[in-house]
């Protein structure tokens, strides 16, 4: 049974073999997650039995008109004080009705992902309004041109799986042009599946004409929507926003899949104790929900229950702190126990350049909302100084980082090929070693991520090179990515007829 070590191959064919691409990806996108759960089943109880009775006897505020009478349609209450009351049973008919999984589409359908599950993704989110200059390293305002070039810097990365505008086109006065060229840029720059923001509810319509045009004629994106809407119709604590509520509608009419993103902030709009935010939190989202319910059952909706963190002693947002980790882990723990779509927000650093803070903000930060089985993990490529920064190197580096993540969440297979016994014997009666082994080298393809950012030389070898940092890496390859890729996911035609009907103010 155990035998000598075969004969191994020559070393012009283990070269080649290491200079090839992998047979194997070791770390895609999707991996899943639910490890870490810092809240226990009677935790997730407790929870949520205190949001249930949030919004059964405190309700929700000022809600519009419209909304009101479809609400009580459903068997909402009025209270005296004029909010809307919600009877945990409608509740749960709300959770049992929703979408459970859905199809995030890209133009291109091999980029298309499935939601829900146990299965993660990082993406984008943000509207930054400065960028981080790649040449002068300095923060500036974030311009139209900013957007094109970080969405197509983005589709050269593996690891965005969705792309959501990072940045405001600061030099768009005109709120419709704005958004008009928001979308303009994702069109034109990128086949993932996308996501933006709407000013105004009346902006929907001539933007889905333009999103039409890039699908095909008439009426084709809304039988395969590849752009999802990011709104916040609740306004914490425990009020709608008729302007949200207002692009909530249109979005349904138009079938446009949505984030309803709840953004409490802990000690400001929300408890301090990190239980009652949890709590409160759930409880807004499920408002959300609540909502959506009563325009359209199941319709598509990211449960996106974001907590956000302030520096109690300045006011100031913390994007990278330990609890804004423990709690976006504990509310995608909440919505994956509700059997939701969860959408949760991590790599918030608030590090302003590249640094020791900004990597091990982002590492703890996105590896535990990972952990805890976020579906989709937003802000969590390129964004800076507490989400009011974007840059085109961290971009890059963050795509490294999350194949390390999504290695993590891959965890160990434990197979007879696996174990290795006869490779041990082989090693032990043999050589006296693994290097060049067939074991080695087939764990060398399937198991192990090589990281082209990240420098393992020795010292010496590191000097020789040019003693680079990874941000100066990281600047060299992202330099590269946006002289080289210029996508042309529009034909001459679809772009001639967009920039004959709308102001295109930029590609």
């Given at each position: ?12 064919q ?5 200079a090839a ?14 490890v870490?759960?810092p809240?226990?089943?009677s ?8 949001a249930?009775?949030l ?5 929700i ?5 419209r ?5 009580l ?23 049992d ?7 995030l ?24 309004v ?6 002068s390293?300095a923060?500036r305002p ?9 969405t197509?810097?983005?589709d050269?990365l593996?690891n965005v799986s969705?792309?959501?505008?990072c940045?405001v ?9 704005l ?10 720059n ?23 045009i890039a699908a095909?004629?008439?009426?084709e ?14 306004i914490?604590?425990m ?6 509520v207002?692009?909530?509608y ?9 984030s309803?993103i709840t953004a ?5 709009t929300?408890?301090?104790t990190?239980?009652g935010?949890?709590?409160q ?5 499920l408002a959300?929900?609540?909502?959506v ?8 909706m990211?449960f ?7 520096d109690?002693?300045?006011g100031a ?6 609890e ?12 994956n126990w509700?059997g939701?779509?969860?959408g ?5 650093t608030?590090a302003?350049a ?16 990972g952990l805890?089985g976020?579906n ?15 840059n ?24 007879d ?39 393992r030389?020795?010292?010496r070898t590191?000097?020789?090179?040019g003693?680079?940092d990874?941000w ?7 330099k590269?990515?946006?002289a080289?890729?210029?996508?042309t996911y529009l034909?001459?035609?679809?772009e ?12």
């Amino acid at each position: 049974m155990v035998g000598q070590a075969g004969k191994r191959g020559g070393r012009k064919q283990r070269l080649a073999q290491r200079a090839a691409k992998p047979q194997v990806d070791p770390c895609p996108p999707g991996q899943v997650g639910g490890v870490y759960k810092p809240l226990s089943d009677s935790d997730l109880r407790r929870i949520f039995d205190t949001a249930l009775d949030l919004l059964e006897q405190l309700g929700i505020g000022d809600v519009p008109d419209r909304l009101r009478k479809d609400l009580l349609a459903i068997g909402a209450r009025n209270a005296e004080n004029g909010r809307v009351l919600f009877p945990p049973a409608l509740v749960e008919t709300a959770i049992d009705h929703a979408a459970k999984t859905f199809t995030l589409h890209g133009r291109d359908p091999a980029r298309s992902i499935e939601v829900g599950g146990n299965r993660v993704y990082f993406g984008t989110g943000g509207a930054a309004v400065q960028t981080l200059d790649i040449d002068s390293h300095a923060y500036r305002p974030s311009t139209l041109a900013d957007l094109h070039d970080f969405t197509r810097l983005q589709d050269q990365l593996a690891n965005v799986s969705w792309f959501t505008r990072c940045c405001v086109a600061t030099d768009v006065p005109d709120t419709f042009d704005l958004d008009v060229n928001t979308v303009f840029a994702l069109l034109k720059n990128t086949t993932k599946p996308t996501a933006t923001s709407f000013t105004l509810a009346e902006h929907i319509a001539p933007i889905v004409e333009m999103l039409d045009i890039a699908a095909g004629g008439p009426g084709e994106f809304a039988k395969r929507p590849f752009l999802k809407a990011h709104i916040s119709p609740m306004i914490s604590p425990m009020r709608y926003g008729e302007d949200a509520v207002d692009v909530v509608y249109e979005c349904v009419r138009h079938n446009i899949p949505m984030s309803c993103i709840t953004a409490a902030q802990a000690g400001a709009t929300a408890p301090a104790t990190l239980a009652g935010f949890l709590a409160q939190s759930l409880a807004e989202t499920l408002a959300s929900l609540l909502m959506v319910h009563a325009i359209q059952p199941g319709f598509p909706m990211i449960f996106s229950n974001w907590p956000l963190v302030i520096d109690l002693r300045t006011g100031a947002f913390s994007g990278g702190s330990g609890e804004t980790a423990v709690l976006n882990a504990a509310s995608a723990q909440l919505s994956n126990w509700l059997g939701l779509p969860s959408g949760v927000a991590s790599s918030m650093t608030d590090a302003k350049a590249i640094d020791a803070q900004y990597g091990m903000e982002k590492g703890l930060t996105s590896l535990a909302a990972g952990l805890a089985g976020g579906n989709l993990i937003y802000e969590s490529s390129g964004m800076t100084a507490s989400l009011l920064g974007a840059n085109f190197e961290g971009f890059v580096l963050d795509d490294e980082m999350h194949s390390n993540t999504y290695r993590a969440l891959r965890g160990v297979e434990v197979t007879d090929e696996n174990l290795g016994f006869q490779a041990i014997c082989d090693a032990v009666l043999g050589e006296g070693h693994f290097l060049g082994g067939q074991h080695t080298y087939q764990a060398m393809e399937r198991d192990y991520f090589y990281p082209t950012l990240a420098d393992r030389d020795e010292p010496r070898t590191w000097a020789e090179n040019g003693s680079l940092d990874a941000w100066t890496r990281a600047r060299m390859r992202a330099k590269e990515i946006l002289a080289e890729h210029r996508p042309t996911y529009l034909s001459a035609a679809q772009e001639r007829e967009i920039k004959a009907r709308f102001k295109i103010l930029h590609g």
